[in-house]
Structure formats: structure tokens, C-alpha cells
């Protein structure tokens, strides 16, 4: 079993920055993908960047494509994501999620096995 815990949301203006940080505990995540995930009530959650079990393999959803970057250390069983260029449709509710050991960097939710209680982002304009 994996416990996961978002931390540094909150708000911010348009045009900031903000860094996401997930802890995890119990299991290592050393060898797991890794993901964030978003959610806007109403509405699905929606893929944000992915990260392999080593950080060689990314992969964003394009609307936070060189904006947002994911980064991992497994040394700290934790995963970051460093949010730039903030805009207000980048508001919601951030999640991290871990996958299979060893498995490919997938957009799907349905390819991460621990999700984390969320951390609310949120950009006014």
C-alpha cells in the first residue's frame, strides 16, 4: 500500500508560480510512474503530467506543455510539480497518483493505482 500527500497549493495570481509536492509513504515509489492529475467540479479529471520510474520519460497534456514541469525523488519518496505562468483556467484540484513498477508514462487515470487526497490550486485573474 501507498499513501500519498499533496502539499503547496493555494492561490495565486495570475502569471505566478507554485510548487506541488507529493509525499509518499509506506511502499517506495522508487520504481512506480508517476502522475498529476487535475479536477474542476463538474467536470472529469483531466491528465497533467507523468513521470517514469527514473524521471527519463515525460509527458504533459498540452495545455500546461512549457509551463509546468514534473520532477521526482525517489531518495525522498516524493514528486513535484512546478507550476509557471499561472493562468486561471489552471485552477482545480491537483492529485498525484502512482502506477504499476516499472510501467510506461500513461494519461490515463485508470494506469495509477494511489491517488492522493488532492490540493486545491487556485489562479485569480
Request: contains cysteine.
Amino acid at each position: 500500500q501507498v499513501q500519498l500527500v499533496e502539499s503547496g497549493g493555494g492561490l495565486v495570481q495570475a502569471g505566478g508560480s507554485l510548487r506541488l509536492s507529493c509525499a509518499a509513504s509506506g511502499r517506495t515509489l522508487s520504481r512506480r510512474r508517476m502522475g498529476w492529475f487535475r479536477q474542476v467540479p463538474g467536470k472529469e479529471r483531466e491528465f497533467v503530467a507523468g513521470i517514469n520510474w527514473n524521471g527519463s520519460i515525460t509527458r504533459y497534456s498540452d495545455s500546461v506543455k512549457g509551463r509546468y514541469t514534473i520532477s521526482r525523488d525517489n531518495a525522498e519518496n516524493t514528486l513535484y510539480l512546478q507550476m509557471n505562468s499561472l493562468q486561471p483556467e489552471d485552477t482545480a484540484v491537483y492529485y498525484c497518483a502512482a502506477g504499476s513498477p516499472l510501467g510506461p508514462v500513461t494519461t490515463s487515470g485508470s494506469g495509477y493505482d494511489f491517488w492522493g487526497q488532492g490540493t486545491q490550486v487556485t489562479v485569480s485573474s
